[in-house]
């Protein structure tokens, strides 16, 4: 039962019974969800009490309107919240580096790392790559040819 503030005490901060059972459950909710406590609450036993306190104490206000405040959270949360957020990322991560390992196994279950690597050059460089190697091994060196004009000489 709330005892400190009273009820009647806290009827009088609003406009009636029903906007400050609103404003006491909707800022109960933000202190559950890490909210920071904008009184000392060393002597409060939870967090609806909590809420009733901040609200006499006029640090909690009803503001008429569809507003959305920012709530500030403690610092325990805020750390609590990254180490989700970078597990999830990790997560995401891993398994769209498996997916891709398993795709790239399923494509070239048999081939060596000389024919990977030119499949990439072949992908990086497109047919300029596939010209220069073809040149490469159609004709005779400038060496070959010299050896050739020395022997006939």
Excluded at 14 to 41: C, H, I, T
Excluded at 93 to 99: G, M, V, W, Y
Excluded at 122 to 147: H, N, Q, R, T, Y
Aim: charged residues 40%; aromatic residues 2%.
């Amino acid at each position: 039962m709330l005892t400190d503030p009273s009820i009647e005490k806290l009827k009088q901060k609003g406009e009636s019974p029903y906007d400050v059972a609103v404003l006491v459950s909707k800022r109960a909710r933000q202190l559950v969800n890490g909210a920071q406590p904008m009184v000392d609450d060393k002597d409060i036993a939870n967090v609806v009490s909590l809420a009733c306190q901040e609200i006499m104490d006029g640090k909690v206000v009803a503001v008429d309107g569809d507003v959305s405040p920012v709530v500030p959270i403690t610092r325990e949360e805020r750390l609590r919240r990254q180490k989700e957020e970078e597990d999830k990322r990790k997560q995401r991560e891993e398994e769209l580096a498996d997916a891709l390992n398993a795709a790239t196994a399923e494509e070239q279950p048999e081939e060596s790392a000389d024919d990977g690597l030119n499949q990439l050059l072949d992908k990086v460089l497109g047919d300029d790559f596939e010209e220069a190697d073809e040149d490469e091994e159609e004709g005779p060196s400038d060496e070959d040819l010299m050896s050739v004009e020395e022997e006939d000489n």
